[in-house]
């Protein structure tokens, strides 16, 4: 089973490493995919090294998608579209990978999610959102926030090798989470939608483009 | 405020991801420290590089010990042992971490967690289990396994910047989680420790070392 996720500059580096994580321990390595091997910094700093670059990369079962602020500069990247178009038996995205799997189209006609603060535009990639942690539809399975990368590949786990072994790496892994506070209030809420309104609005405006490109309209 | 993270060879990287995640939001870089400046693998193979190292990094607020297989190799290490061992106003050990921090003399007559499988070895560093996700005795906060050290970075980050920081973080990354499993049955539970019963033995040998050096006696 080959299983690779795409990194690039400002990516969450959560996004990723938290599927990396869950499907390493199916006894994979798992293709860590740069459009070529440079290093490249998460949004916070943290150096992600390639292992392959897209153009070598082999014919994936599982692609995954991660999000992340650099996701903006993707969107319109023709070579990172095309790659994500390539069919592939799943596609797992992250949070604001959801945006980029959009824009190569796959989420047309497809039951969706993303992170909460980029919600509202999965209309303009054509898909149906749907507000849970961990959405499957065919063969692509798209996940909210960050950490909910870890959810859903817990539950490709058990969709690829069975129930036990994803049961196992939970187990692994400790995955009986005890976040600290309960849901956020409207204040936190608008003090986290204010501290990203820059990149919200700049991630509206290619959702615009890419409707325009498939022909979506958004009412 | 300085927080660095402990990197080495067969790190289990999620120890060391999920507290920068969450961290790293309080608008801080993270350093990244090695023993030297060599990259250095995960047990999945994911590459982690540094940005400092140990003797290079400047005096922290807070310290994260993370775990992974490799913890082995560093409990009998003097010069990570003597690092690990300097005061610093917070330690955070994530996983296996707490055996490092175990073997640095941190934890004598601590209240201190680890992961599940080695929790059974927390007295011979002079310990006092307490089987829960997050443990908080003075300046250490010791979490469960692996995916616990974003509980207990969300709870640090909280005790350093206040709750509403904190929360703002918890809704940032969405930390909302699903498992998709329940509790391990006793057939899931057997069959992991089975899976990892050579590095578990080898961790008890370490262990009676560690209490044979500090003098503690185990019934």
Redesign the interface.
């Given at each position: 089973m080959e299983i690779g996720a795409l990194v690039y500059p400002n990516i969450?580096?959560?996004d990723f490493?938290?599927p990396?994580?869950v499907l390493?321990?199916l006894g994979v390595?798992?293709h860590?995919m740069g459009r070529d091997m440079t290093?490249v910094r998460d949004m916070?700093?943290?150096?992600?090294?390639p292992?392959t670059t897209l153009a070598a990369a082999p014919p994936l079962d599982v692609l995954i998608v991660p999000g992340g602020r650099g996701q903006l500069a993707l969107v319109e990247d023709d070579q990172v579209l095309s790659f994500v178009a390539r069919p592939v038996p799943w596609v797992l995205s992250v949070?604001t990978g959801a945006l980029i799997c959009g824009a190569a189209g796959l989420l047309r006609g497809r039951r969706a999610t993303t992170?909460?603060n980029s919600f509202h535009l999965l209309p303009y990639f054509g898909a149906i959102p749907v507000d849970e942690?961990?959405v499957i539809d065919g063969n692509l399975m798209t996940t909210?926030?960050?950490?909910?990368g870890?959810?859903g590949a817990?539950?490709l786990a058990?969709l690829l090798c069975g129930?036990?072994v994803?049961?196992?790496i939970?187990?692994?892994?400790?995955?009986?989470?005890?976040?600290?506070?309960g849901?956020?209030?409207e204040e936190?809420?608008k003090?986290?939608r204010s501290?990203v309104s820059d990149i919200t609005t700049a991630r509206l405006q290619t959702a615009q483009r890419a409707a325009a490109r498939w022909g979506i309209k958004v009412a």
């Open positions: 969450d580096q959560m490493t938290g990396f994580e390493s321990r390595r798992v860590v290093p916070a700093g943290l150096i992600l090294t292992t949070c992170h909460w942690r961990v909210a926030g960050v950490s909910a870890i959810d817990l539950r058990g129930e036990a994803a049961q196992r939970q187990l692994e892994i400790q995955y009986a989470p005890e976040p600290p506070f849901p956020a209030s936190i809420l003090a986290a501290a």
